[in-house]
């Protein structure tokens, strides 16, 4: 079958440099965002999220950030390495109870040995 | 340590037969949720249950149903596959009630062939 990553915009980093991901979500009441990792062949696994009340939230070799007044969030990955290779896509909680996430399409990442 | 079971990689299934894709948790989630992915079209929603025996449409539940008859175990029905139902299908999890705000976690996949 096809790959996910196949028709998605796609981000081609060299080893051990910093990559960054951009994602504009929709909805200016959403209060969560999440940002996953989906590998060849696998399902999509949790990377960070961030709630409306930061603007930044750092975990091991990424940092997500959120711009409120323009409805941006951004992945930054550092020393990107070959593992890094992969789709990833942000979500948003779209209120209305019970958790519901909307996704966005992805962005494929590539890391150049 | 898998948390979302599906219990099939890949399918290959005939036009016009009833398939069964099969999905549990060990998380307790109340919470759970199939999609599909297609290349260029993300993740799709098709049907979602915040609790047993309770299901809601997605956005494109057309050609699908689902069961939850279990806490545990949220299953998708193509009633009579067709092609245009090869896929990539995702089931996901999610705690409900008081953890709001909470990611989802998703199994493996199930990639379907429908022929």
């Known amino acids: 079958g096809e790959s996910v990553g196949l028709h998605l915009p796609t981000l081609s980093v060299q080893e051990g440099d910093n990559s960054i991901i951009n994602c504009a979500y929709s909805n200016s009441a959403s209060d969560y965002f999440i940002w996953y990792k989906q590998e060849s062949g696998k399902g999509p696994q949790f990377i960070i999220d961030i709630r409306s009340n930061m603007d930044k939230r750092q975990g091991q070799r990424v940092t997500v950030l959120l711009n409120k007044t323009v409805k941006h969030l951004s992945l930054q990955i550092a020393a990107t390495q070959p593992g890094d290779s992969a789709v990833y896509f942000c979500a948003e909680n779209i209120g209305g109870g019970n958790n519901r996430l909307a996704f966005g399409k992805g962005n494929q990442v590539v890391v150049i040995p | 340590d898998v948390k979302v079971t599906q219990s099939s990689r890949y399918l290959v299934k005939r036009t016009g037969e009833k398939v069964f894709l099969e999905c549990v948790q060990d998380?307790?989630?109340?919470?759970m949720f199939w999609y599909r992915q297609d290349p260029g079209l993300g993740l799709r929603l098709i049907y979602f249950s915040y609790d047993v025996k309770m299901k809601e449409k997605g956005d494109i539940p057309e050609g699908y149903s689902v069961s939850r008859e279990k806490k545990e175990r949220f299953s998708l029905i193509l009633e009579s596959a067709s092609t245009n139902q090869t896929s990539m299908y995702l089931c996901?999890?999610?705690?409900?009630?008081?953890?709001?705000?909470?990611?989802?976690?998703f199994g493996s996949g199930t990639r379907l062939t429908v022929v």
């Open positions: 998380m307790d989630h109340e919470n």
């Open positions: 996901a999890s999610s705690p409900g009630g008081v953890y709001y705000n909470y990611g989802y976690t």
